[in-house]
């Protein structure tokens, strides 16, 4: 028998398809998977492994499905110290008059560190075990998630006005290259250069980040076509729709994730399969600001790769994965008039192996598969909310919530465990936020 790092024997492995042409329905009934160095070694059923393998960490998970741990492909971490306190306005107003005067106000290394320590406790016991950022101070929030054991993906940030993290295009470029160049080895990071958004950032700043990008070999994460206004501005300015502007620039390729995607034309959508541009859908963010609709069915007909996002916790206001697949699923029958449309199995998909085909990772996480990280989140369906189950991926989709999350691992490495954290204090982040909380509103006895 062969000596391995753990075994995790769960009643249902969904392993989730490599292969996004047709998502697999595969549920493994009463499998185990074995983890070696950090990486799956094998998946097969229960019974084989203890024949084959031993180990001195065997768990035993006789009433959850085992899944990859979810991938949320857009999201401002730190944002979360910003939860609720701008909620029901439009985008455009809730950036200028609430959230970027905050910002100017209160983000500083502290903030990012804390409010990054917050989004990822939230995220872990949600099962998500990988996230793709897009905030000020990225080689923070990469030192917190490493301190963490979560994976991230760093956004390098580039606007065209001074923030607290640079002061011009130029310097937001060095900055972002010495992060790239920081956390190159290390195996729980990775960057993607972070234009924030067509109306923000001028072309000769986004020639320079293609150039780069293309050196570098990462992925660009920029917000595109958010909403109706972000477009008729566009044309009213230069004549062009955002999409066609970042064409011209050389900017629509497999490298670009584009973040809402809200505002499409049929030839928009046949463009950016064509060009390999990989759609981030942020359904809660996109409904809770009135931004609009993603034409996800759409897309998906015309072989566009869908990853989901929470976006921030301050326009969302959670960084729930659970929520996000059942909301995409919902929205896109509705709005394609269409049952079919994102069956539950796309749907984990897309929170899965889209995200990480996205974040071009795919070859690391997004399924249960031999030589991938050992990236899992077990989910137990035993409640009554979740019970008989007849389809363990429906109930994933349609009714389990991110409080069924028991255990999760990263690298093969117990990062939650019976509902609690390893790696980091709740006590502690609950009272940074209570202090967080009484240094924005001045009020010294806020709970």
Same mark, same amino acid.
């Given at each position: 028998?062969k000596?391995?790092?753990?075994?995790?024997?769960?009643?249902?492995?969904? #392993?989730?398809?490599?292969?996004?042409?047709?998502p697999?329905?595969?549920?493994?009934? +009463?499998?185990?998977i074995?983890?070696?160095?950090?990486?799956?070694?094998?998946?097969?059923?229960?019974?084989?492994?203890? /024949?084959?393998?031993?180990?001195d960490?065997?768990?035993?998970?006789?009433?959850?499905?085992?899944?990859?741990?979810?991938?949320?492909?857009?999201?401002?971490?730190?944002?979360?110290?910003?939860?609720?306190?701008?909620?029901?306005?439009?985008?455009? *107003?809730?950036? !200028?008059?609430?959230?970027?005067?905050?910002?100017q106000?209160?983000?500083?290394?502290?903030?990012i560190?804390?409010?990054?320590?917050?989004?990822?406790? %939230?995220?872990?016991?949600?099962?998500?075990?990988?996230?793709?950022?897009?905030y000020?101070?990225?080689?923070?929030?990469? $030192?917190?998630?490493?301190?963490?054991?979560?994976?991230?993906?760093?956004?390098?940030?580039?606007?065209?006005?001074?923030?607290?993290?640079?002061?011009?295009? +130029? %310097?937001?470029?060095?900055?972002?290259?010495a992060?790239?160049?920081?956390? $190159? +080895?290390?195996?729980?990071?990775?960057?993607?250069?972070?234009?924030?958004?067509?109306?923000?950032?001028?072309?000769? #700043?986004? +020639?320079?980040?293609?150039?780069?990008?293309?050196?570098?070999?990462?992925?660009?994460? @920029?917000?595109?076509?958010?909403? %109706?206004?972000?477009?008729? /501005?566009?044309?009213?300015n230069?004549?062009?729709? #955002?999409?066609?502007?970042?064409?011209?620039? =050389?900017?629509?390729?497999?490298?670009?994730?584009?973040?809402?995607m809200?505002?499409?034309?049929?030839?928009?959508?046949?463009?950016?399969?064509?060009?390999?541009?990989?759609?981030?859908?942020?359904p809660?963010?996109?409904?809770?600001?009135?931004?609009?609709?993603?034409?996800?069915?759409?897309?998906?007909?015309?072989?566009?790769?869908?990853? &989901?996002? *929470?976006?921030?916790?301050?326009?969302?206001?959670?960084?729930?994965?659970?929520?996000?697949?059942?909301?995409?699923?919902?929205?896109? $029958?509705?709005?394609?008039?269409?049952a079919?449309?994102?069956?539950?199995?796309?749907?984990?998909?897309?929170?899965? @192996?889209?995200?990480?085909k996205?974040l071009?990772?795919?070859? !690391?996480?997004?399924?249960l598969?031999? =030589? $991938?990280?050992?990236?899992?989140?077990?989910?137990?369906?035993?409640?009554? %909310? *979740?019970?008989?189950?007849?389809?363990?991926?429906s109930h994933?989709?349609?009714?389990?919530?991110?409080?069924?999350?028991?255990?999760?691992?990263?690298?093969?490495?117990?990062?939650? !465990?019976?509902?609690?954290?390893s790696? &980091?204090?709740? !006590?502690?982040?609950?009272?940074?936020?209570?202090?967080?909380? /009484?240094?924005?509103?001045?009020?010294?006895?806020?709970?």
């Open positions: 028998m000596h391995v790092d753990s075994i995790i024997n769960g009643r249902w492995v969904i #392993p989730v398809a490599d292969n996004d042409k047709q697999s329905d595969t549920v493994l009934e +009463n499998h185990a074995v983890i070696n160095n950090g990486s799956i070694l094998t998946v097969l059923p229960s019974d084989n492994a203890k /024949q084959q393998f031993h180990s960490s065997i768990t035993q998970l006789d009433k959850h499905a085992l899944i990859p741990g979810l991938v949320n492909s857009h999201t401002h971490a730190a944002m979360n110290l910003f939860r609720g306190i701008a909620d029901d306005l439009p985008l455009m *107003t809730w950036l !200028n008059e609430h959230i970027w005067p905050a910002e106000q209160w983000v500083d290394k502290e903030f560190r804390d409010g990054s320590t917050l989004a990822i406790a %939230e995220m872990l016991r949600g099962g998500t075990t990988c996230f793709n950022d897009m000020f101070y990225p080689d923070v929030t990469a $030192k917190v998630a490493v301190e963490s054991g979560i994976r991230c993906c760093v956004g390098l940030l580039m606007l065209d006005f001074p923030t607290v993290w640079a002061k011009n295009a +130029n %310097e937001y470029l060095s900055k972002g290259i992060v790239h160049d920081e956390f $190159k +080895n290390e195996s729980l990071i990775s960057t993607a250069f972070a234009p924030h958004a067509p109306y923000t950032v001028s072309d000769e #700043p986004l +020639n320079k980040i293609r150039t780069f990008a293309d050196e570098m070999d990462i992925p660009i994460h @920029m917000h595109i076509h958010e909403t %109706e206004d972000e477009v008729t /501005q566009a044309v009213n230069s004549g062009k729709r #955002p999409l066609q502007r970042l064409h011209e620039l =050389g900017l629509l390729t497999p490298r670009l994730l584009a973040v809402h809200t505002q499409l034309t049929e030839n928009e959508i046949a463009l950016c399969s064509e060009q390999g541009v990989h759609i981030i859908h942020c809660e963010s996109n409904m809770k600001l009135a931004s609009g609709f993603c034409p996800v069915s759409q897309l998906i007909a015309a072989g566009a790769n869908i990853a &989901l996002g *929470t976006d921030g916790a301050a326009s969302n206001n959670d960084l729930d994965m659970f929520g996000e697949m059942r909301t995409a699923a919902l929205i896109a $029958k509705g709005v394609a008039k269409n079919s449309a994102l069956p539950a199995a796309h749907a984990l998909y897309c929170a899965t @192996m889209g995200g990480a996205a071009g990772l795919d070859s !690391n996480i997004g399924s598969s031999a =030589g $991938k990280y050992a990236d899992i989140a077990a989910v137990d369906l035993s409640d009554i %909310e *979740t019970r008989p189950v007849f389809d363990p991926i994933l989709v349609y009714c389990a919530g991110r409080h069924q999350v028991s255990d999760v691992w990263v690298n093969g490495k117990r990062v939650l !465990n019976q509902r609690q954290l790696t &980091l204090d709740i !006590n502690t982040i609950q009272e940074k936020c209570t202090a967080w909380q /009484q240094k924005m509103t001045g009020k010294e006895n806020t709970n």
